[in-house]
């Protein structure tokens, strides 16, 4: 179960790997993903019962559950689905980003928090949270916004004089700079995702003292729990070998 960087990295490991049929699911989220080097399925499985039924009839040995550490809902199916269809389960969860010398980092327990946050004074805010998100989050009237999202945005949803700039990571740390100074931001919003694709735009936050509503995970999946695909990996060749040895 993809949609991160960690998903890209395990389909590339396990599609040169002779002992391993590998499917690559994603949510069908973004227009043009990226042609993975593994078989795709793309879409919703229609809840926990929908990948009951899917792991079932496909036959599916192993599940690696490798969403974003914000996908809580498919994190969370995937661990009850895999449950009740009985098949060993994996999730890959990076750890988050931790505060440096020089951050100036509030912390928010999710994205409804953002409009008691921005409350006061006109900002220039830079959201890097996405536009789901952006759009949840009933931002205030009366500040600049600056909305990178990979699909656009339903401008019906953001706040009057938002504008929306498209942009896929990784993102490197000269040009987050740049788009900061040249729009004057004053607060960047981000989520903890951690990892590195996107990471360049704390550090030029840190680099320009700019201040950083950071919104903290949702819950972290049940264990098993890894860092990395190379862990993943590592799991599914101890149950490969376990299950070779049992003859199954
Ligand atoms: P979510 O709220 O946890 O999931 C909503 C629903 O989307 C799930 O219940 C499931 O539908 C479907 N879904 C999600 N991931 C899927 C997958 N890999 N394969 C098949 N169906 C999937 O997820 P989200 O936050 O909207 O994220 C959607 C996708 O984007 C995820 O795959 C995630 O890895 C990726 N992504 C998310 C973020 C983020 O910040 N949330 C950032 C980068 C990438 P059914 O209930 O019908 O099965």
């Given at each position: 179960m993809g949609g991160s960087t960690e998903a890209s990295a395990l389909a590339r490991a396990l599609a040169?790997?002779?002992?391993f049929a590998a499917t690559l699911s994603l949510a069908?989220?973004?227009?043009?993903?990226a042609t993975p080097p593994v078989a795709l399925r793309l879409g919703g499985f229609g809840g926990v019962a929908g990948l009951v039924d899917h792991l079932r009839a496909t036959g599916i040995a192993a599940l690696v559950d490798?969403?974003?550490?914000?996908?809580a809902r498919m994190r969370a199916h995937a661990a009850e689905a895999a449950e009740q269809a009985r098949v060993p389960r994996l999730a890959i969860l990076r750890p988050p980003w931790r505060a440096e010398l020089g951050d100036r980092w509030t912390h928010l327990?999710?994205?409804?928090a953002l409009a008691g946050a921005l409350a006061g004074p006109p900002r220039r805010v830079f959201l890097a949270i996405g536009q789901q998100e952006a759009a949840r989050a009933a931002l205030p009237p009366g500040h600049f916004y600056l909305i990178r999202s990979i699909e656009p945005p339903d401008?019906?949803?953001?706040?009057?004089?938002a504008r929306s700039l498209l942009g896929r990571g990784p993102f490197a740390l000269a040009d987050e700079i740049d788009l900061l100074r040249s729009h004057r931001i004053d607060t960047l919003v981000a989520k903890?995702?951690?990892?590195?694709?996107?990471a360049a735009k704390l550090e030029a936050a840190r680099l320009l003292g700019i201040e950083v509503l950071l919104i903290a995970r949702p819950p972290a999946p049940p264990p098993?729990?890894?860092?990395?695909a190379e862990a993943a990996l590592a799991w599914l060749a101890r149950l490969h070998a376990e299950r070779s040895a049992r003859g199954v």
């Amino acid at each position: 179960m993809g949609g991160s960087t960690e998903a890209s990295a395990l389909a590339r490991a396990l599609a040169g790997d002779a002992r391993f049929a590998a499917t690559l699911s994603l949510a069908g989220r973004t227009s043009a993903p990226a042609t993975p080097p593994v078989a795709l399925r793309l879409g919703g499985f229609g809840g926990v019962a929908g990948l009951v039924d899917h792991l079932r009839a496909t036959g599916i040995a192993a599940l690696v559950d490798a969403t974003h550490p914000f996908a809580a809902r498919m994190r969370a199916h995937a661990a009850e689905a895999a449950e009740q269809a009985r098949v060993p389960r994996l999730a890959i969860l990076r750890p988050p980003w931790r505060a440096e010398l020089g951050d100036r980092w509030t912390h928010l327990a999710d994205s409804t928090a953002l409009a008691g946050a921005l409350a006061g004074p006109p900002r220039r805010v830079f959201l890097a949270i996405g536009q789901q998100e952006a759009a949840r989050a009933a931002l205030p009237p009366g500040h600049f916004y600056l909305i990178r999202s990979i699909e656009p945005p339903d401008p019906a949803l953001l706040p009057p004089g938002a504008r929306s700039l498209l942009g896929r990571g990784p993102f490197a740390l000269a040009d987050e700079i740049d788009l900061l100074r040249s729009h004057r931001i004053d607060t960047l919003v981000a989520k903890n995702s951690g990892g590195a694709a996107t990471a360049a735009k704390l550090e030029a936050a840190r680099l320009l003292g700019i201040e950083v509503l950071l919104i903290a995970r949702p819950p972290a999946p049940p264990p098993p729990l890894v860092a990395d695909a190379e862990a993943a990996l590592a799991w599914l060749a101890r149950l490969h070998a376990e299950r070779s040895a049992r003859g199954v």
